[in-house]
DNA sequence: ACGGTTTCGGTAAGCGCTTTCCAGAGGGGC
DNA sequence: GCCCCTCTGGAAAGCGCTTACCGAAACCGT
């Protein structure tokens, strides 16, 4: 049961050869073994079950395969699919990645991000939204600081509060284009869905959409913030009923939310999109088949976690590089037009 | 830039105190240090930016503190919200996780296995479904059996086809149920809607609603097979409607088929589920929401993700164990009955 | 006051690898 | 026949930590 792993001492003992030949006939490159020394080697390891330990390896040559992910929820398709974007990508370069969830709870994220340091990963990618609190994000900064400054790199997805390569989500302008194109359908009395006014996503979506209605339509959207999940969109769309009855088209934050949204409407027998057109953000990929059709702002989810580790295994500039992402409107039976 | 991270070495230096002390400040619990050299220390490493080295640690000590887990696909809702449970378990450990995606593919799945095996992790919990290839098989108890055999641990969420503590999803029963429930309900004209035929859980469900069919009412189920995905369940359904258009319901072997399933409905003008009614497998959180509400089998699945790591952290017995887990029907709309 | 027991720093031996450096063998050119 | 070079194996020095083990100092009871 607990017998020790088989080291490469053992090997090397059971091969009669050097320590430094089974190194070198197992995992080394550079330097030719003889074939005879070579198969003794191989057939040693595979006869005691061998299997290199890669923290030794990665002490000795002082570099490892890992890079971490962290995300605000991996159970949340917005995040697994930008995880699943990334690891495809990671497979490619041969890398290993370490995925955490953070929960959105700040302090898990200041404690994830020291975790995955400790464990010296090549590189980290952020995936979180930030949230609108300077000592938190100087905290993350103090921790990201001395990662970089030792040959670590670091890649964010989300707004370009740190100072580390980011993949930008243009999500004003996103919201924007939607909310232009929402007043050319015809609707005439807005509301928005919002989550937590401290999530900058959040804040931005909702931002942008005001200013593009501001640009084309009369009418102030009324808001109505809750958390940010298909649960908080229920909440959310029962008070905005409530209070505002005569609302035509919602614009939820993001998709679950309109999920949450069209739910909402559902349970009170308001007609979607009959009665009230429902718009999200995101196009989540499960979703895209709910009836009637979602309108919403397509991310190039996958693409993005394939763009944070190009960047990051990318070589370092000098400046923080961003790399922006445009979300592209598309209208679906949730919003037909009046 | 490329500045060495700092090291306990340094720290002790800064300090003025013996790498020891150091460490037994930093980290160490046991030996108590001194008030004023714990705070110099302390004060040294903060200076420093000093973060340990988990490698060069769990190399000394012996142990780390990973844990793996090998999804098929952690974009899919099904494995992303195992993850999550299994996530949330860790995090009360204080464990890390480092998850890997599959992608379906057995070599991957091989090549996977034997790196979370090289980070000497304390424990590996596999949690794609098993395929019936007894070569596959082979080589995955020949990755298992060393790494058990030197102190790791192993569990399975899936079919009990290894020889290690196992999740087991009944599937057979879960879908006999959901049979019984449709043929009580009134269809008399069954289909299934399965995946590749070598995937085990995809033979569970059908076999089991094939065994539920007969039990209860006559006429044999035909059955399509297809991709185990969305794009699948609309291919199946539309071979399904080619070639026996007389349906009345039809049982998708997961929750993203019948989804696909009902697009593809949409798609031709059948109407889910006057024309015919849909069935899916999982519950999966994200699609509670669709219209018509999907008649499911739920499964726990952040439950299973937490089993599974409870088994794999548990001591270690003689015999696998196994944990059985019963799907719930929930009957929805898709399936009012005749 | 003295042996015995704590208490607490420090020294050094690993943990399992990689890699530098050295040495011996063999080969080629003159 | 000798020197120099190439080729390949092995010895050993780390990589950054933890943790026996040792020894000095402080403290106890008698």
New interface residues.
Partial sequence: ??????TLTDVAKEAGVSLATASRALNGSERVVRAELHDRTLAAAARL?Y?????????AKGS?DLVGLLVN???D?YF??I??GL??AA?EHGL??????T?GRPE?ELELL??L????GRAIVLAGSRINDRAHLRELAAHV???T???GRVAAISEPRLPVDTVVVDNRRGAQDLAVRLAELGYRRPAVLTGPERLLVSRDRRDGFLAGWRKSADGEPVCAAEEFS?DGGVRAMHRLLDEHPDVDCVFAIND?MA??A??AC?ERGVRVPQDVAVAGFDD????R???PGLTTVRLPL?EMGRMALDLVLGT?QEKPRRRKVRGEVVLRESTPGR
């Fill in positions: 049961m607990a017998a020790r792993a088989a079950g299997t290199p330990n890669a923290q030794a390896q990665s002490m490892t929820d991996i159970a398709p697994s699919t995880a699943a690891a495809t497979e290993l990645v370490m995925l955490c969830s929960g898990r020291a975790a340091r400790r464990q010296r600081e001395p990662f400054a030792s040959g298909r679950l999920l949450g069209m739910a559902r989540i990929a499960t979703l088949d709910v009836t996958a370092e």
